[in-house]
């Protein structure tokens, strides 16, 4: 899919879901684009498509960590990761 197959899509008032790259994109009633669940502005959406359709890994690693932390999951795992490491801690002081 092309970015002027995307804006035309924004454009429209062609509600349907579409997946790129392993994420969902559908539009809301108020011209707002979901990612994933995660609510995105027209721009940041089509900022979002053009790294995720980049050939360039670094670039669609960066769309995969904007969603997650749009939707809350990049702060779940940071927090999941930082108890585990005080665990880590507290048995390596124990002994």
Do not use: C
């Not at 995660?38 to 690693?61: C, D, V, W, Y």
């Amino acid at each position: 899919m092309l970015l002027e197959d995307f804006e035309i899509w924004l454009k429209t008032r062609f509600t349907d879901t579409f997946r790129l790259g392993g994420h969902k994109f559908e539009k809301t009633k108020t011209e707002d684009v979901l990612v994933d669940g995660g609510r995105f502005t027209q721009e940041e959406a089509k900022q979002l498509f053009m790294l995720i359709t980049s050939r360039n890994p670094f670039h669609r690693l960066n769309a995969t960590f904007l969603i997650w932390e749009r939707n809350s999951i990049l702060v779940k795992v940071l927090i999941t990761l930082a108890l585990l490491v005080l665990v880590l801690i507290y048995i390596r002081v124990k002994r």
